[in-house]
């Protein structure tokens, strides 16, 4: 009975899909979007949302009526550029009990924000702070600062009559910077989970 059973099996498991191999080009394909997974953490999402959200009222939707408004917009700009390199070095792990913990790199590992929680000197040193931390945190600044020049309200206050060459400099810079800041991502993708970035599962 058993053997019937196993004859009666085989053909199917002989009929069963076989893994096609791919295509040079397909495996160049799967690699380049599989890289721009990591642009996702070319900015943290509460500046940006911060930003968004108080230039319209800051600049009075382009007008800047006063020179207070102006300096507003200059801090605001100013903020959040410091927000997006400094979140750069942040970084987060899950504990003995699954939660998340968010520390700040350093040269000697991670400084854990939550003091109650510590890493043995070897886990922590996994966190250290590396020379391509301070390239994605200089990326992160470029990268707001394009969507700040994207950003009508704050151009219209800081340069309210441009030039015919600054505004054509101002409608290609931003998309420039956003095609060489991307392929600089993917090209040296970060590997850190900090504080306004999409966390990983483990």
Known sequence: MDLQ????????LQNAPQK???TPTQKTMRKALKGTTCLANLLPTGTVLIFQTLSPALTHRGQCPTQTSKIMTICLLSYCSLSCFLLSFTDSFRDERGKVRYGFATLN?????DGTVKLHVEE????KLRLIDLFHACGSILVFGAIALFNQSVVACLAPK???EAKKILGVLPIGIGIFCSILFVLFPSQRHGIGFPLSRD
């Open 124 to 127: 922590a040193r996994k966190y």
């Open 162 to 164: 441009p030039s015919e």
């Open 20 to 22: 096609i191999p791919k």
């Open 5 to 12: 059973v196993d004859i009666e099996r085989q053909p199917l």
């Open 109 to 113: 590992g991670i400084w854990v924000m």
